[in-house]
């Protein structure tokens, strides 16, 4: 009965930590995965890793490591239980899963992996919907219509001085 009530108040503190996480960039773009971590982990070392197979899981980015050798990725932790790994440049190759999860120290021997968020990235060959088509001129069409817009409003300024005067000119 002990062990069952150690292992369901684990399972209750750990709810707020989202376990598998979909996210979808496109080539070319990027993305930003938020992962949750545990109070208990909070001074341990934390990673994203690419899967590999069911054994293996290669690092990808870590806090722990000083040099990267992969520009694209970057960690930022809020230490509010919750870091941040950015992957920028994305390519079609970076589809796959990811592991969000914390390297833990032991005071004697090596230390262990603690997985603690699955990542599943997708990424797709076009832009997001909400996007315009790329190479549509966005800022050529604004700078056009602002033109026109200034254009219209002199020419009723002159078009008003205009009829003043030619009213003050029939008065006198």
């Known amino acids: 009965m002990k062990i069952l009530l150690v292992f369901s108040l684990f399972l209750v503190s750990d709810q707020d930590n989202q376990k598998i996480i979909n996210v979808t960039g496109h080539v070319g773009g990027g993305v930003a995965i ?22 293996q899981c290669n690092d990808r980015i870590s806090d722990s490591r000083k040099e990267r050798n992969d520009r694209r990725f970057s960690l930022h932790d809020d230490k509010v239980q919750t870091y941040t790994v950015s992957i920028n440049n994305l390519t079609g ?43 549509f001129p966005t800022s050529s069409v604004i700078t056009g219509v602002s033109v026109i817009l200034v254009l219209l409003l002199i020419g009723l300024f002159i078009l008003t001085l205009r009829k003043r005067r030619k009213a003050q000119g029939t008065t006198t």
Do not use: H, I, M
């Open 93 to 135: 190759r970076d589809s796959g899963e990811y592991w969000c999860g914390a390297e833990v120290n032991w005071t004697s021997g090596d230390g262990y992996r603690v997985y603690t968020t699955q990542v599943k990235l997708r990424v797709t060959d076009s832009p997001p919907p909400d996007s315009p088509p790329s190479g």
């Open 34 to 55: 938020s992962c949750k971590y545990p109070q208990s982990l909070s001074s341990d070392s934390r990673f994203l890793c690419r899967r590999v197979n069911s054994t």
